[in-house]
């Protein structure tokens, strides 16, 4: 501490002290020097104690520091554990957390971005795009250079699941007619056909108009829970809880799509470019899905669902299983008329037509003229 201080430097012990020529000491015995001695002591002895409790509060904030590196050191290694970080990792990241604090700054590390794929990116990119066209500046007007029915890529997974749905439907048709049931082997062999159908489809939708994106993606969300509403009624004890987190994706697919078409349409009629004969057939999809979404609740309600409804209503399995089945095959179908529309097999009115009359209202009013009948309810 006396070395310290300024004016307090005395000789390191075992060195004789060398005056300066020019300099004579007085005698130890003088009574000037000796007062001059004490007030000279005096002065020092309260540099010194200055100079101790500044060192002893440098000595605190340095510890102070040194706990809060600790500190901050100890939560990135715990921080790097927990995400799977290798102790290496957490030392590295230790110690650029101490070399911030000694230098005087505070370095954050860069948040870890979350990988989001891409097919979840173009659904949302396609949600929110509201301003392209409709399907042609002459949507009534057939294309003329488009390509046939026999050239489209039909030897593929996408493909035979296509024609083997159709197939499928053909024979469900006859079955809605003679009044049978369909049978396990029926429920489960279409569910692997409309999973194959719009699994195989995701790697070319993302080339399409964001409205032909927004409709596969809301039709996939919307098949997810009818596979599911159908395995739960072909075996309750396995698949009746598989309708809670599906029905969630119906739920937000619904969404996704009517906010999507409503803004549309909507700014189609603020620009006098609005079609009314849309209206018909999002109207009509609307009502079944809102029969949807009440059966939907109906079952979320009852955790008994399938053992409290065969007591009123029989038949209600075999309904939801047909009503599931011809749901299946509406919505592929619909895709399938889009796929022709922009290959250019089959466009403008005649496309729109199709699509509204028997992707819609004629499946829908053949299976209530087929099931009316049975003891059932949907809802």
Same mark, same amino acid.
């Given at each position: ?15 004789? $002290? ?20 004490? &007030?000279?002591?005096?002065?020092? +002895?309260?540099?010194?104690?200055? !100079? ?11 510890? &102070? ?9 100890? +939560? ?8 799977? /970080? ?16 000694? /230098? ?5 590390? !860069? ?20 301003? =392209? ?14 390509? =046939? ?7 593929? &997974?996408?493909?035979?699941? @296509? ?5 499928? $439907? ?16 029926? @429920? ?7 999973? #194959? ?36 009624? =072909?075996?309750?004890?396995? *698949? ?9 994706? $119906? ?5 996704? *799509? ?24 999002? &109207? ?44 299946? $095959? ?14 250019? #097999?089959?466009?403008? +009115? ?13 499946? !829908? ?7 009316? =009948?049975?003891?059932?309810? *949907?809802?």
């Amino acid at each position: 501490l006396a070395f310290a201080v300024a004016g307090h430097a005395g000789t390191p012990a075992g060195l004789p $002290f060398q005056s300066s020529p020019g300099r004579q000491l007085r005698p130890s015995n003088s009574p000037e020097l000796e007062g001059r001695d004490a &007030a000279s002591a005096s002065r020092g +002895g309260a540099r010194i104690w200055a !100079a101790a409790a500044a060192s002893a509060a440098a000595l605190t904030t340095a510890l &102070a520091v040194a706990r809060r590196a600790q500190r901050r050191a100890t +939560g990135v290694r715990c921080r790097a554990h927990a995400a799977g /970080g290798a102790p290496g990792i957490a030392r590295t990241q230790r110690q650029t957390a101490v070399a911030a604090v000694r /230098g005087g700054t505070v370095e954050v590390p !860069a948040a870890p971005q979350l990988d989001v794929p891409e097919e979840l990116q173009d659904i949302g990119v396609a949600g929110s795009d509201v301003e =392209t066209p409709h399907w042609s500046d002459k949507p009534m007007e057939q294309a003329k250079d488009g390509l =046939t029915l026999e050239q489209l890529d039909w030897p593929n &997974a996408h493909g035979f699941a @296509c024609g083997a749905s159709g197939v499928l $439907f053909l024979g469900e048709l006859v079955r809605f007619v003679l009044g049978q049931p369909p049978s396990d082997v029926e @429920c489960y062999f279409a569910a692997i056909c409309y999973a #194959v159908i719009y699994a195989s489809r995701f790697e070319g939708i993302r080339t399409l108009a964001p409205h032909f994106r927004v409709t596969f993606y809301a039709t996939t969300g919307w098949t997810i829970y009818y596979i599911a509403h159908l395995l739960a009624a =072909t075996n309750p004890d396995i *698949f009746a809880h598989s309708v809670y987190p599906a029905g969630i994706v $119906f739920l937000a697919s619904s969404i996704y *799509f009517y906010k999507h078409w409503t803004e549309r349409m909507y700014r189609h009629f603020v620009e006098d470019r609005f079609r009314p004969y849309y209206v018909p057939g999002l &109207a009509g999809l609307m009502y079944f899905h809102w029969l949807d979404t009440v059966d939907l609740f109906n079952q979320w309600l009852d955790p008994q669902y399938w053992e409290h409804v065969v007591v009123d209503l029989p038949d209600q399995a075999w309904t939801i299983q047909d009503v599931r089945l011809t749901g299946l $095959f509406m919505s592929s179908m619909a895709l399938f008329m889009i796929t022709l529309h922009n290959k250019g #097999v089959l466009t403008g +009115g005649t496309n729109t037509l199709i699509t509204v009359l028997f992707t819609i209202f004629v499946p !829908a009013l053949f299976l209530t003229g087929t099931h009316a =009948t049975l003891q059932a309810s *949907f809802p």
